[in-house]
């Protein structure tokens, strides 16, 4: 599954895989990972509550291990790519996959559910980030629309696991069977598709720090869209289900959600037409939009309907742009930009649901979800910069962009300020 790719920055031939089978193999390993063996328990966690008998103390505590795990995974990933290589990484979680949704298939009491939960959480930490890496000698173009093609996997896995949840019914177990084997395929694909150490940067030495609005800024913004994007994942079945509706409504609206998701794949051309900044803002306030109509009309079906919608095509995009964010701050180590932001993401995802979840006892489900909607909208105030969208020769992102900007005086090779600042 490898031909030569020309890395027109370097001027030179290549070998490796395609964009194509990159972006087919890394969307299949993120939709599992993510879309079935992590959120997958959301899913089924009525079933699975009915079955095993498990309280609501309970079943939230064993929700919390995916996240932990998840965390603590993201966190090693990028050693993992240092020493083993990009295929080792991506085949390490997508086996956790199979081997976590195995054991929650298996479990007959909260200790096997809970470790096969957390067994499958971890796999979501490994195999983004090691795409980072495996993308970089791509041209520009195909650079960055492969890497938002694969950031948006997660909407591919709800999309195909919410019918498997809606078709399996009561038997949840033969849904998580049906998981374990979109996970072993999956795995078997990355494998065969990635190279089996990280390729290096076509230039390797990073660009001076100094020009790059700081790290932190990314990371906080990651935060706070994990943070507020979790009231939507946590609480909007639920709400739905108080409002009146049918049941089986919240398991379409997330399924609704995983497919609008999928319109994430053109994070980059928007960008390049919009630029990174304002992407960022009119997909924060879009978001925010769809979790407040789930709080104010959660009785109405249409609008329910049409939030998911609009949540899943905004949430997964802002994601891209972030993603495409952290490699351009880290672009001596993509894989590593791609940890953080999605690592800081995650932190959000795991403090949402609790500190949600107090809020809502406190006060209402439809107040945390308003919140939540401002948190998400107060993200606009972090975008990137606009020339996070223009090109430099040793960034791996903004290649695709800069044919969009007009030359302006600062492009003279002897103005001073020619390089200008983020």
Known sequence: MTEPVTNRTAGAQVSGPSPLALAVAGSAAVATAFGMARYGYGLLLPNIQDDLDLGVSTLGLIGTLAYVTYLLATALV??????????AAVGGGGLLAVAGTVVVALADGPVLLGAGVAIAGASAGLVLAP?????????????????????????????????????????????????????????????????????????????????????????????????????????????????????AAGRILLGVAGVT?????AAADVMARLGARLTFVLTALLEAAAIA????????????????????????TIVAVTVLWGTRIYVDRPSAGVAASTGAQGVGLLLGPLTGGVLAEATSLTTALLV?????????????R??????????????????????GPSDHPTCPNRRGSD
């Open 78 to 87: 990028s050693r993992c790519i240092e020493r083993a290589g990009p295929r």
């Open 131 to 247: 795409f980072g890496d495996a993308v970089h000698r791509l041209p520009p173009v195909a650079r960055a629309r492969t890497l938002a093609t694969i950031s948006c996997g997660t909407g591919w896995g709800v999309a195909v696991a919410a019918p498997i949840a809606i078709l399996s019914g009561d038997a949840w177990r033969t849904a998580y069977a049906a998981f374990a084997a979109c996970a072993a395929l999956s795995t078997l694909l990355a494998v065969r598709t990635l190279p089996g150490r990280a390729a290096k940067p076509a230039a390797a030495a990073a660009p001076a720090r100094g020009r790059h609005r700081p790290a932190s800024t990314m990371l906080v913004a990651a935060l706070l869209i994990g943070l507020g994007s979790a009231t939507f994942w946590t609480f909007a079945v639920d709400q739905v289900r108080d409002a009146g509706l049918d049941p």
């Open 261 to 265: 998701s999928l319109s994430g794949l």
């Open 293 to 316: 109509m789930i709080a104010l009309a959660a009785d109405s079906l249409a609008i329910v309907l049409f939030a998911a919608a609009t949540f899943g095509a905004a949430y997964n």
């Open 372 to 384: 939540g909607a401002a948190v998400v909208a107060a993200v606009a105030l972090l975008a990137p």
């Open 386 to 407: 606009d020339d996070l969208a223009h090109d430099e020769p040793r960034s791996p992102l903004l290649g695709p962009f800069r044919r969009h900007r007009r030359p």
